[in-house]
């Protein structure tokens, strides 16, 4: 598929993923992390508006003077913007009215690349553009699944949507020894800048689950106590279940003495061999402890990736998001991109069933704060194998 076709298609699943929602769905942010799904429609067409379009469009108009305040997300530096917990405060724009400011910007980005078809820096930044609506696909998914979950009448917006399927087989250990290994992007595809550079590190000899964790594992952790063992938490993480009154994974609720987790196909009960999701990092390394195992890093799972069935959750790992060795923002607004983010959170690697085809790759890098657990987020264990 050429990038004009793409792009299309990247522009036309964005407005599917919404058609399933009424219109008083869209405004609706429950929490800061939380955006409303017609933010994200606007948003993800004014960073067309404002990377491809007013840079390499002279000609262009822009379709509203104030939009770029309303959708501007966290580029400090291309303006102000209204702040992110307030997203949910904006009756107007109305959802037709951004969905006719999405056919505007659609159709001149259209015409720029039949007119500029072969400028490799218009190639580029509209090649930045589709991953980044990819991104917002997945984020549309899992902030349309926290509104829905968090609403007492648990609304369906997909009775057919399954989150994520068994893996019905027998945990094995795969075991790895040490050695140097290269780690990183390599080739001449798309990636993101935290993907780079290439580079080597030295291993420590290891095993890791060929398998997820289960909601029954999972169950037996909770059943032991492990929300009241505090010599299982990090500090931080035991002052957050006890702020918070955490003692179940998100989205799971005790109805008539039998655990349910609401999906995006509605309440349903907890199939016990389902890998667990929607876990934070505290958790998911609190059971590593209670197991006496840990979290894989994430250069053991880059190195174990090609032996592994992924792409069920994202995977959390033991690994803080910091820069590659030779890593460098790049110049302007897209420099605040990644790299800004690079403190206080942990990496996550693989992909989920909201990740949109084209958009995983061994190398990704996601990254989120260890509290969050409203991702698709999963894990499965490893060992040292010395």
Not at 13 to 30: F, G, M, N, S, Y
Not at 50 to 67: A, G, I, M, N, W
Not at 300 to 311: C, F, H, P, T, Y
Not at 339 to 344: D, I, L, Y
Request: aromatic share 16%; net charge negative; proline share 4%.
């Amino acid at each position: 598929m050429n990038l004009k076709d793409q792009f299309v298609v990247t522009r036309q699943r964005t407005e599917d993923i919404c058609k399933k929602l009424a219109i008083e769905d869209h405004v609706v942010q429950p929490i800061m992390d939380v955006s409303p799904p017609k933010w994200h429609l606007g948003h993800t067409t004014w960073f067309f508006e404002e990377f491809v379009l007013s840079e390499f469009d002279k000609t262009y108009q822009r379709y509203h003077p104030k939009f770029a305040y309303v959708f501007n997300s966290y580029y400090e530096s291309v303006g102000d913007k209204v702040y992110r917990s307030n997203r949910g405060n904006l009756s107007r724009p109305t959802v037709q009215t951004i969905l006719d400011y999405r056919k505007h910007v659609t159709k001149a980005v259209e015409a720029l690349l039949e007119s500029l078809a072969d400028e490799e820096e218009v190639k580029r930044m509209l090649e930045i553009g589709i991953h980044h609506e990819k991104q917002h696909q997945e984020l549309l998914l899992t902030d349309i699944k926290y509104i829905f979950g968090h609403n007492p009448l648990f609304p369906v917006y997909d009775e057919h949507f399954r989150e994520v399927d068994i893996e019905d087989k027998e945990r094995k250990w795969i075991s790895f020894d040490e050695g140097i290994h290269q780690v990183g992007y390599e080739g001449s595809g798309f990636c993101y800048d935290n993907e780079l550079k290439s580079h080597r590190v030295f291993i420590e000899p290891f095993e890791i689950a060929d398998k997820l964790t289960t909601n029954k594992e999972y169950m037996e952790f909770m059943e032991d106590g492990g929300y009241e063992n505090v010599l299982l938490w990090h500090a931080e993480a035991w002052d957050w279940i006890n702020a918070q009154k955490v003692d179940s994974p998100k989205y799971w609720h005790k109805i008539d003495d039998t655990w349910q987790r609401f999906t995006l196909g509605g309440l349903q009960p907890i199939e016990e061999k389902e890998p667990v999701i929607q876990l934070s990092y505290y958790e998911a390394s609190a059971f590593a402890q209670w197991k006496g195992l840990k979290l894989p890093t994430e250069f053991e799972w880059e190195v174990a990736q090609s032996k592994l069935d992924w792409g069920k959750v994202w995977e959390w790992t033991e690994s803080s998001y910091l820069p590659y060795p030779g890593f460098s923002k790049a110049m302007g607004a897209l420099g605040e991109y990644n790299g800004k983010f690079m403190a206080n959170q942990k990496v996550l690697r693989g992909s989920s069933v909201a990740t949109p085809e084209g958009h995983s790759r061994p190398t990704y890098r996601n990254f989120f704060h260890p509290h969050l657990r409203w991702q698709f987020c999963g894990f499965r264990l490893a060992r040292s194998n010395k």
